[in-house]
């Protein structure tokens, strides 16, 4: 199992260290080279205007758009989910645009800038997992085929649609595993189909 993390900014290193830890093959993606035989692709936290406009450059927009609607499963952490939001409130320019979700950018106001809390996540594991935001957007709507996941006071943070799985919050800089292995268990699914 190869899975992929967009490295062209954010926080790239500790999401490959805990699909390592899941005995995968978790490689950098900076080129198209780099994404040819991935079974699935985080797209880390960072500055999502700055990681679009480097998607843009490397010219991997496109490329990657048409990957992930063909169904390579693809995780969104905060900036990442922004990226794959179809709408964003309060950015007039969108990225990858694929997931029927409208994100509102540092959507938890200065006074909430970055927290830590616990939650129980149903499909993602049976303890509570332990949530990390910085900066973090959430989800003002949803399509109905989205299958949200997790909120937080009405707040929506955590979605899935098929393939395709978007999370306000940063699992890999917590050292809970659990978001890693409902990710990896999703990409099983995708290269079954595949075979
Ligand atoms: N505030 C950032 C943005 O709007 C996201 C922050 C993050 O990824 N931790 O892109």
Redesign the pocket.
Known sequence: MKIGVLSLQ??VIEHIDHLKHLDTDAVEVKTLNDMKDIDGIILP?????TMGKLLRISGLLEPLKNKIIKGLPVWG????M?LLAKNIENDPVTHLAVMDITVR??AFGSQLDSFKTDKFIKDVSGEPVPLVF????FITSADREVKILCSIDDQIVAVRKGSMLATAF?PELTDNLAFHKYFVSICKQYRKREL
């Open positions: 954010g926080g936290g960072g500055e999502s205007s952490t905060c900036a990442g922004i950018r540092n910085i900066r973090a957007p940063h």
